[in-house]
């Protein structure tokens, strides 16, 4: 408690040495600031929150401009905050949410019929072909160069 550490410093000072008034004036500034348990959010308000987010994320991912800071300042929370709370919530971290949506829509996509990987990439969010070349390679265990042949192997073969 921060009150009580201020008044056995204060008490701890040899006689003579305090002001009355600052003291008081000290302790009563301290009696007037909320007490943590009555600022902090109640979980339910944290999960709603979080809920929101999600669905935000969920209805927004192929956008490729988003990201914590974005959604941060959608929804007026920090990033750390966000990000603190979501993997809290969702038991997986935001941005390995993010990654995992726009990875499942593109492995859709190749299941669909499109076969040009620059494309899938940017249709899921990612700006890089490279870079999501490496990240869905990483999620699938396959690049998707190679799951567009074997997709393709299997239309072939069921015409």
């Not at 500034?29 to 943590?36: C, D, F």
């Not at 944290?46 to 974005?70: C, H, Q, T, V, W």
């Not at 038991?91 to 949410?97: C, E, V």
């Amino acid at each position: 408690d921060v009150a009580a550490f201020w008044k056995s410093k204060l008490e701890a000072c040899r006689y003579g040495t305090t002001d009355l008034a600052a003291s008081a004036v000290f302790y009563h500034t301290l009696s007037l600031l909320p007490v943590a348990s009555e600022t902090e959010n109640p979980p339910d308000a944290d999960r709603d929150a979080m809920l929101e987010i999600k669905k935000y994320i969920d209805e927004n991912f192929r956008d490729p401009s988003l990201s914590s800071g974005k959604i941060a300042e959608t929804f007026g929370y920090s990033p750390s905050y966000i990000a603190t709370q979501f993997h809290k919530t969702a038991a997986i971290r935001l941005s390995a949410y993010l990654a995992r949506l726009r990875l499942e829509y593109a492995a859709s996509l190749i299941g669909d019929g499109c076969q040009v990987v620059g494309q899938i990439a940017h249709a899921c969010g990612y700006t890089d072909p490279l870079y999501f070349s490496k990240v869905f390679k990483a999620q699938f265990g396959v690049s998707p160069k190679h799951m567009i042949r074997e997709k393709a192997k299997e239309q072939t073969n069921i015409r």
